[in-house]
């Protein structure tokens, strides 16, 4: 059964908001960092990250977009955004461009009186059950012809299928459910139709995937 919202929040407000750097798997970082690579991200590029956790994804983007560009993070958690923030604080200069923004992503719409070239949101969609709304919210802030990046867990499919259990087991405690990770098809099947250019790649027997698209 996928988990309520209330119970996710509880989720990252306790010790996994304190540990979740040091118990991201090196692989992930590396999928992470190929995402953002892979994609057209550009000096001076406004960039809305939903989602944003304790910012793992910034430096990645912070590469790509240099001191001219903007990042806006969100998320619902005080406490994993606490992490980024302290973070900021050790990297003041290379972070000074970030705004932080505390607030549920499946009711973020309308809040912001700007609009961004691209739109991201990693290891999250699969974890809200209204992911529909969190997607087309981040899709209302992105231009015509922004990116969206988007990366997260998946049911691996065939014969891969037979690790399902495996990785649903490592991503239970930060609220990976089987139909969360489903809804990541239907997620890429909403890319397929909705956006132009869309690209997806697969890592960890398939359980892990980036895809790209551009807004119409
Ligand atoms: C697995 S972490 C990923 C963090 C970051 N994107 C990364 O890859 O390191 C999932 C994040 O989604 C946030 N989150 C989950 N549901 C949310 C919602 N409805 N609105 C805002 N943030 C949410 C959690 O607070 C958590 O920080």
């Not at 990250?49 to 912070?62: Q, S």
């Not at 990042?71 to 003041?92: C, H, P, T, W, Y």
């Not at 549920?104 to 961004?116: A, H, N, P, R, V």
Request: proline share 3%; net charge positive.
């Amino acid at each position: 059964m996928a988990m309520e919202s209330k119970e996710i929040k509880e989720i990252y407000a306790g010790k996994v908001a304190e540990k979740f750097d040091l118990l991201m798997p090196l692989s992930f970082t590396r999928f992470k960092k190929l995402a953002f690579e892979d994609s057209s991200l550009k000096n001076g590029d406004r960039v809305l990250v939903f989602c944003c956790g304790t910012g793992l994804d910034f430096p990645h983007i912070l590469k790509k977009v240099g001191p001219d560009g903007k990042i806006v993070g969100v998320d619902f958690s005080s406490e994993m955004l606490n992490q980024a923030k302290a973070k900021g604080k050790a990297k003041r200069e290379k972070w000074r461009n970030i705004e932080l923004i505390e607030a549920d992503i499946t009711k973020f719409q309308g809040e912001l009186d700007q609009i961004f070239d691209v739109g991201v949101c990693t290891l999250g969609m699969s974890i809200i059950p209204e992911y529909i709304s969190a997607y087309q919210n981040l899709l209302s802030y992105v231009k015509k012809q922004g990116d969206i990046i988007i990366s997260d867990m998946q049911l691996a499919p065939g014969w891969l299928a037979c690790l399902n259990p495996f990785t649903l087991f490592l991503a239970k405690k930060y609220g990976g459910t089987y139909e969360g990770h489903k809804n990541s098809m239907e997620l890429y099947s909403l890319m397929q139709k909705g956006l132009t250019d869309v690209r997806k790649k697969e890592f960890f027997f398939k359980s892990y995937f980036y895809c790209t698209g551009k807004i119409r």
